[in-house]
């Protein structure tokens, strides 16, 4: 939440609240009166990226068991991408393109943010603006690197 006047976030405190259903929340939204912010938002902001990243994948979907990716999530592990081998179902060839598409920039620098995204402690999360800043540094970084690439001529990426 924020304040209306400031801007500013407004921190609240949820005590013998028990979530349900969702893996995008992070570990503080599971834990017996944790202090809540902004970074929670950030937290799930890497679930998103997640998905993205994953052709659809929602995080831990490889664990069946709901309190098993919560048990996970309390540990401090962070959910895996799909790996190339799981795309074998539907032919190498679209396995061998998720492990040429692992290789891309675009796809190292959003998979790089989504992890800071998913520290276990808030305080090592990054604020909502420093992704946005994160990516956009890298983004500016690719469009340099492939501007290089084609000699300095060519489309803007």
Known sequence: ARSITTNATCPFRMCHVHHKGSKYRSPEEYMDCADQSDKIDVFS?????????????????????YDASVERILRGEKPRLPRAKEYEYYGKSVAEMVRERAK??????????????????????????????????????????RRRQQGGEGERV
């Open 45 to 65: 902001l890497a679930g998103v990226f997640f998905f993205l990243l994953s052709d659809g994948s929602k995080p831990w979907y490889h664990v069946k068991d």
């Open 104 to 145: 891309d920039p675009a796809y190292v620098a959003l998979r790089e943010v989504m992890t800071r995204c998913w520290a276990f402690e808030p305080a090592e999360r990054p604020s909502s603006l420093e992704v946005v800043r994160m990516l956009e540094e890298r983004w500016e970084e690719i469009r340099k690197a």
